[in-house]
């Protein structure tokens, strides 16, 4: 085997480096235990047994978050948002002439079955709020909204712009829903609601 | 049996098994009195160290004798144009890397900059630098330093040394294929695994002959005792291929299944083919540049056995949080606290090997990026343990915390020692003399100084952000925009780094084309004596 020149570099560096058999120092087995002290205390406290769908180590009552007292958890206001500021306005106030305000209505601080009643029906014909009066479609809410999303957006109405009538509990609104499950068309205006019971 | 009593007694059968096969490997090695694991040493050569400033007339040839002499530099001959295809390799990607990485930087806090070309958007500017150092520049650095010294270890020439020029050719295509595609934007969607997977079987092929020659090599071996560094790298050059392989085949994992795998391979890859590469480099030329033998055999079993144990079941700590089941998480933080006991015995060995060693730093620019990366080792992974548990994941996850602690680890330790690994190996393999040793300085001084502005400050900004994302009084955007100074500083870390790199190849191409220093020569210059350590 031919062996090629030894370059300078190769001359002046240090032979291949090796090892001694010194013993392990105590220190490292030392942390050895503790280190495996440390996996069985946490092993032992570990949560494995919530199902792997809720994300690691995460609890039921962290999923379900806190439940507001009436409305069952649903956000009145972002339903409000959504469904009726188109006509009934953010501030409340209705557009004059045209839809009636709820801020101040007294349908909407009055009874609550009736309240309940005029978001699941809908209302059309003549009907007087606040001393003025209105003659235009109120859609009806039955199909689109579940009892608990309709007692939430009322509950929200009621208590907002300077109303302050009680919040309404589901069960209500599935009472009028039943009260009235034949229905299929609006009210007739301001005089068929007062008539409600 | 409960899931817990299942997880509890795999974890303490794992660990008992564990220190029973660590135990036989020593009793059985150390069983002939110690003479095995002296072979390499000629007699009257330990504990003389290495006087790197002493002229080169008067420097002793360091105790080695004529036939180790002509071992070492028959291994160098069988190494040098394939170590060197693969440094040149390294050099362009590193320099591609840095730019892809430093344009993504400045994008995060001016991103009205370059938005009329998709391929730089962050998004795809991102991925390339990721996928850039990630295939690029530390596989070829860290490839090329092990087939240097796995011949220079097992006493023989590089066996098969075709093949391996055969797979740096194809992983090198396949790298140039896949940046191409993530920039045009085509990808497989996977952090880690974005290349799209018909590339990647050539990244296979590529990687399974590189590892040929270590198995060709270890079969002609010369030595009765494997050094540590032949395990760290041997592993290393079998493990890539088959993590490769498993996380590539495609419609194989859907759904959950698919992340788990998808950070099971993250991890493996880094812990278990980048950071070996690394320690191997650290157990080779450390010893080698102060020339004191490695305080303890025992401490090299503990760290090696540790790492090649605990890596492979941490990947969970990344899905901390996620819809993934518990006991998979839990034992993945439990093996990343156990990972402490590897690097503690790692650090144990270097910190007793260097003690009282210390003043060759001043003379050799290896020895410092060595030290300096095996003291970023301890660092990032100690940090890495704590950042895997709950409370604190919490915070960090999603923030930059965890991209400071990507970069201590894969700059801070894995690329400061392949710097260093290179300073050594490339005048050995081209002959010359760095030219103009004041670059290496300068390069130390931006490479360190630039990591460490570009770790606080992300570190400090990350945890800020993850703060402010966890308060719910407080808006989604007020954590993105408290984070901009941190980014702001995280560019100028940057820039200095990348400022580093382009003066490392500045110089590796002036050494090339240095005029007077030929192969055999010896340059006479001043600077050359300087420039010793290496
Ligand atoms: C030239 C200096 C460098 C700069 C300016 C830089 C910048 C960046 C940036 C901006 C990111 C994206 C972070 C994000 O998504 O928020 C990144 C990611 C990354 N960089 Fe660098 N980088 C540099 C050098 C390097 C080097 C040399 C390496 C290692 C070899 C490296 C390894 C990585 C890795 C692994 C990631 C992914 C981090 C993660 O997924 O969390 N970088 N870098
Ligand atoms: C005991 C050792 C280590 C442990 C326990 C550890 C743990 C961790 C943890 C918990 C994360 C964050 C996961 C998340 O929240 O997303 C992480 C990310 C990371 N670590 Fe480590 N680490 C260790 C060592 C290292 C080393 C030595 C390196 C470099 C070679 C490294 C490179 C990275 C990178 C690049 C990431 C970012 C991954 C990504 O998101 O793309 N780590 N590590």
Redesign the pocket.
Known sequence: MNTPDVLPQQRRENPDPQERSTPMPRLVLLLALVLVAFGIDYISHADVNSPSAWGDARTRAELVGDRPAAGQGVDGAAIYAAMCSGCHQASGQGLPGVFPPLAGSEWVVGKASTAAAIVLHGVSGPIEVKGQPFNGTMPAFAASLGDAEIAAVLSHVRSQWGNSAAPIPAELVANTRSLHADRSTPFNGGDELAQLP | MSPLAILMSAFILSIVGLGFFIWSQRAHLTDPSTEGSEVIFAAGEIGTPEEPAAPLATRPAAGADDAELAARARADASTAPLVFFFYCCAFVWLLVASAAGLTASIKLHAPDWLTADAWLSFGRIRTVH?NAVAYGWAPMAGLGTALFVIPRLLKTELVGGRYALLGAALWNAALIAGLGSLAYGVSDGL??LEIPWQIDLLFVAGGALIGLPLILTLRRRQVAHLYVSVWYMGCALFWFPVLFLVANVPGLHHGIEQATMNWWF??NV??LF??PL?LASIYYFLPKVIGRPIQSYNLSLLGFWGLAF??GQ?GG??L?GGPVPGWMVTLSIVQ??M??LP?AAFTANQHLTLKGNLAALRHSPTLRFMCLGGLM?TA??????F??LRSM?AV???TH???A??????YG??SLVFFGAMYFVIPRITGRDWPWPRMISAHFWLASIGVAIYFVSLTIGGWLQGRAMLDESRGFMESVLLTLPYLKARSVGGAMMALGHVIFAAHFIRLLTARGASRRAQPASPFATAAEGI
């Open positions: 990721l952090e880690w993250g991890h880094l812990g980048y950071t690394a605990f890596y941490v700590h990344h901390i990343s606290m990972m402490i690097v080792y990032s992974s100690v940090q890495g343990s950042e895997a994941n960090t996850h999603f915390y965890t991209v602690h990507a970069h201590l680890g894969l330790f894995v």
